[in-house]
């Protein structure tokens, strides 16, 4: 089987949402090791989402142990309330929803990056981009959800990656485009292809048997 179309630019941050969390350190040793460079924490509070997940014990405890970029996901209401314990436990990239940040967007976004992270704005299925245009330029990521936040293992809305063109016309080259929800090595290229360079994948990683070949086919197309 022949490989082409070899995505070095593009970055992959597994969800560690799908992992076994009685071993999530060997998972994160396994995702680093297939290529991975950032890992993907989707931090959930019972109300923006109806999930509960983890919180700033865990960023803290995970921080310990790897070096791979902590992309932290806040499906929080009130993020502000809480950069600084993630900063301070280590997140290298924090990203909001925009839906929980109305009128305070800008501020919150700058509010990251005083901390010294970087600051992803994210929008979810039923959010234009328009609505985020003007913030555009100020947030290092814009992360666009395929699927509605708050489960693992959801299938990819492609109505929603259409949204990423009109977005990668509004970034500069060094700005991130992360997609995330029903990510596997098929979708992955409709967005890989529509303009994203940072994907987020969890249960079709996690889930697979062999995460070396999950994570390449995520990036390269075969023949
Ligand atoms: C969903 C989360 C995702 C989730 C993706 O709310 O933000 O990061 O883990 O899971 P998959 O890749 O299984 O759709
Ligand atoms: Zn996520």
């Not at 070899?6 to 009685?22: E, G, H, Q, R, V």
């Not at 460079?37 to 509070?45: F, S």
């Not at 109305?102 to 992803?120: D, F, H, P, R, Y």
């Not at 596997?184 to 996690?206: M, Q």
């Amino acid at each position: 089987m022949k490989e082409n179309n070899m995505n070095s630019k593009i970055i992959i941050s597994p969800s560690i949402l799908s992992a076994d969390f009685c071993n999530l350190e060997k998972d994160i040793l396994k995702v680093k090791k297939a290529g991975a460079q950032w890992l993907h924490i989707d931090v959930m509070d019972g109300h923006f989402v109806p999930n509960i997940t983890i919180g700033v014990p865990v960023v803290k405890s995970i921080r310990s142990v790897t070096d791979l970029v902590l992309d932290v996901h806040l499906m929080i209401e009130n993020p502000e309330k809480y950069i600084e314990p993630f900063v301070n436990a280590g997140a290298d990239v924090l990203t909001v929803h925009y839906e929980a940040t109305k009128n305070k967007t800008l501020e919150v976004i700058q509010k990251i990056k005083s901390c010294g992270v970087m600051a992803g704005l994210s929008i979810k299925p039923n959010t234009s981009p328009v609505e985020i245009e003007k913030y555009i330029k100020f947030a290092d990521l814009i992360l666009v959800m395929t699927v509605e936040p708050g489960f693992g293992g959801q299938k990819f809305i492609k109505e929603c990656a259409d949204k990423l063109e009109f977005i990668k016309s509004k970034q500069t080259p060094e700005q991130y485009l992360q997609v995330d929800g029903g990510i596997n090595s098929e979708t992955s290229h409709y967005c890989i292809d529509k303009g994203a360079n940072n994907l987020v994948a969890g249960s079709f990683i996690f889930n697979n048997n062999d995460v070396d070949k999950a994570i390449k086919s995520l990036l390269n197309k075969h023949t």
